[in-house]
């Protein structure tokens, strides 16, 4: 009997321990499940500042930067939500926007949609005005990303930090290094002493940009094209009269169009063309002008803008010796 008492403590002892056992199992499981799932807190620098957001962010809200909406389909990643603009998402991001909501226009994102996806972190332009990027914050933590193409290298740093794919990004700055150092040995006859703008059509006008905005800093900074005055002195989109244009008289001219942009004048392009004092400017006489050599809602400062354009710019402007 007493050993049949004992036969039935030991059972009892080993279905307890068990039971335990398990129990912590699952204990575990839960944690790492949860650690893995929710994104943690850490610190990024950027740009002089430090900024304490969720990582990796996969509840990514883009506010008006069109430069992080193009990092973002560099880098194949979808955000939860992001500025229209007319109404829509460009076609230039239908890869990346098939589940994204929209968050209201570039220059007036709408605060309550954007509190109600709950986003980790939500990406801002340093084109907002300061009450504008406050009234983000409030929601979640609200970084404004540079719109100057010499931070090109920053941003996407950022994005890449933000979201787990910093080996990603390390591969397209090596990448694009490579091909410009290339670049330069191809044109270094080409740019040497010459110069060159890039006009952006918008309403029917012509505007220039600083040298490090748009896509100057690869044509000025990069491929080491001299840039008219009219460029040096702008300190943000300048208007530029055709009769300035004449006076300019650049070696080569890059001009971009787009209809979205010029929904109020859309002949303005045919119009430009048709113009005597256009057709008097060395550069159209030589056939040194590029329309549209790349997708003119891109913008410039960005890495897709910097590698598309030098890729392409290099193929033009190569074609143009040979002739």
Request: net charge neutral; glycine share 6%; charged share 25%.
């Amino acid at each position: 009997m007493k050993k049949w008492a004992a036969f039935l403590f030991i059972c009892m002892v080993m279905i307890i321990t068990s039971a335990c056992g398990n129990g912590d199992q699952t204990t575990a499981t839960t944690k790492k499940t949860t650690s893995t799932e929710t994104p943690a807190k850490a610190e990024i620098e950027y740009l002089g500042k430090t900024y304490e957001v969720n990582t990796p962010a996969k509840r990514l809200v883009i506010a008006g930067s069109l430069e992080s909406m193009e990092d973002a389909k560099l880098l194949g990643i979808h955000p939860i939500g992001a500025s229209t603009v007319g109404g829509t998402f460009p076609s230039l991001f239908e890869d990346i926007t098939s589940k994204t909501e929209g968050i209201g226009e570039k220059t007036e994102p709408n605060a309550e949609k954007i509190l109600k996806l709950k986003p980790d972190v939500i990406l801002g332009s340093t084109k907002f005005p300061p009450a504008t990027i406050q009234k983000l914050a409030k929601i979640q933590t609200t970084i404004p990303v540079s719109h100057i193409s010499s931070d090109w290298k920053a941003n996407l740093i950022l994005l890449g930090q933000l979201t787990g794919k910093e080996t990603e990004v390390k591969t397209i700055i090596a990448n694009y290094q490579k091909d410009l150092e290339k670049a330069k040995k191809t044109l270094k006859e080409t740019s040497k002493n010459k110069t060159a703008i890039i006009l952006r059509i918008r309403q029917g006008d012509l505007y220039v940009y600083p040298e490090d905005v748009y896509f100057n800093s690869t044509l000025y900074g990069d491929l080491g094209f001299t840039a008219p005055n009219e460029v040096k002195k702008a300190k943000a989109q300048s208007l530029l009269s055709l009769e300035r244009l004449g006076e300019l008289d650049p070696d080569y001219i890059f001009i971009q169009f787009s209809e979205e942009e010029n929904a109020s004048n859309p002949k303005a392009l045919k119009d430009l063309e048709s113009n005597q004092i256009w057709a008097s400017l060395q550069a159209v006489k030589q056939g040194h002008v590029s329309e549209n050599i790349v997708d003119p809602l891109l913008q410039g400062g960005t890495a897709l803008s910097k590698t598309t354009f030098l890729e392409q710019a290099v193929n033009w402007l190569s074609s143009k010796k040979t002739e």
